[in-house]
């Protein structure tokens, strides 16, 4: 199995500054039929059920502000968001949709100092 | 617009069968670049991903070797929605069930839908 890890476990953060976490996979996520990245990152806010916000580990799913950027290759991904507002307090997590079983990180909570 | 509908009930007593629907509007099923997922989540477990049934010229199922024993997701074409049946559960199955679509193919995307959600609680 892809083991998914996330750094750090929880981040502070003053409105309109940035935010930044971090994903690793244990192997790389690299798909060679395609050459893309199956990476994923999803907002998860208390009661709801986790939204897609960039899969390909880049590419912004319609509709997800442009302050979330994601980056990454390989093995190491990130997650930033340019310009924290009060609606990003939520859960962040990583996925892997290379193989199965599907896999996601143990999440990294953001919340406003 | 795709949505998924859960319905199933949200307490089961230890050693009986969970049962979890997930009803699909605006989409087929039997869609050939769709996976019909079921993911759960727990405090001590966080997101786990359960299995998945997808058709490409005919059906596909995967499970996760955690469950492999006890999990049946069937796809119903009739009713376009698809089903989770988890037997023998314990209190390690109490948690958060989602129906999530996934994509299929070589430019998948990850789980773009998701149902609400549906706690599941086991207990005598």
């Known amino acids: 199995d892809i083991v998914m890890t996330q750094s750090p476990d929880s981040l502070v953060v003053s409105l309109g500054e940035r935010a930044t976490i971090n994903c690793k996979s244990s192997?790389?996520?690299?798909?060679?039929?395609?050459?893309?990245?199956?990476l994923a990152w999803y907002q998860q806010k208390p009661g709801q059920p986790p939204k897609l916000l960039i899969y390909?580990?880049?590419t912004r799913k319609s509709g997800v502000p442009d302050r979330f950027s994601g980056s990454g290759s390989g093995t190491d991904f990130t997650l930033t968001i340019s310009s924290l507002q009060a609606e990003d307090v939520a859960v962040y997590y990583c996925q892997q949709y290379h193989s199965t079983p599907l896999t996601f990180g143990p999440g990294t909570k953001v919340d406003i100092k | 617009q795709v949505q998924l509908q859960q319905s199933g009930p949200g307490l089961v007593k230890p050693s009986q069968t969970l049962s979890l629907s997930c009803a699909i509007s605006g989409d087929s099923v039997s869609n050939n670049i769709a996976s019909w997922d079921w993911i759960r989540q727990s405090p001590s477990r966080g997101l786990e991903w359960l299995g998945r049934?997808?058709?490409?010229?005919?059906?596909?199922?995967d499970y996760a070797v955690s469950v492999k024993s006890r999990i049946t997701i069937n796809p119903d074409t009739s009713k376009n929605q698809f089903s989770l049946q988890l037997s023998y559960v314990t209190l390690e199955d109490t948690a958060v069930y989602y129906c999530?679509?996934?994509?299929?193919?070589?430019?998948?995307?990850?789980?773009?839908?998701w149902g609400q959600g549906t706690t599941v609680t086991v207990s005598s």
């Open positions: 390909w580990a880049s």
């Open positions: 999530a679509r996934g994509e299929t193919g070589d430019f998948r995307r990850g789980m773009d839908v």
């Open positions: 192997q790389s996520l690299l798909y060679s039929s395609s050459d893309k990245p199956y």
């Open positions: 049934a997808y058709y490409t010229s005919k059906w596909y199922i």
